[in-house]
């Protein structure tokens, strides 16, 4: 895997761009992203890039831990927020929280 690279839905990039969502919750397979690096980030349906990201922090956590904090950062209710990544990673219990900030946009 390139961990210089992430993608997201496109649905998604208003909200990145904007600073409203600030994590990202992904599989143990997406768990190598190192803090401190800056990832180029692009979309998944097209491979389109939007912008780059700074990787603050990959933190463990399983999905019946997860919060409304969470689901603030994610800018979408705690009940959205299971459904997405129930829609993403049916069955799943360990994910990672990664952190990230905006560095620039197109």
């Known amino acids: 895997m390139d961990w210089s690279k992430m993608t997201f839905f ?3 990039e208003a909200d990145i761009l904007s600073g409203k969502k600030t994590i990202t919750i992904r599989d143990e397979a997406e768990k190598g992203y190192v803090p401190g690096s800056v990832v ?3 979309t ?3 491979d ?6 700074k990787i ?3 933190t463990p956590i399983k999905f019946s831990e997860l919060t409304e904090f969470h689901a ?3 800018n979408m209710t705690l009940p959205q927020l299971k459904d997405v990544i129930q829609e993403i990673y049916p069955g799943i219990e360990s ?6 900030q905006l560095v620039s946009d197109h």
């Open 72 to 74: 603030e950062q994610e």
């Open 56 to 58: 603050l922090s990959v």
């Open 48 to 53: 389109r890039w939007f912008c780059e990201l």
């Open 95 to 100: 994910l990672y929280v990664i952190q990230y």
């Open 44 to 46: 998944y349906e097209d």
């Open 40 to 42: 180029q980030v692009s």
């Open 10 to 12: 496109e649905r998604f």
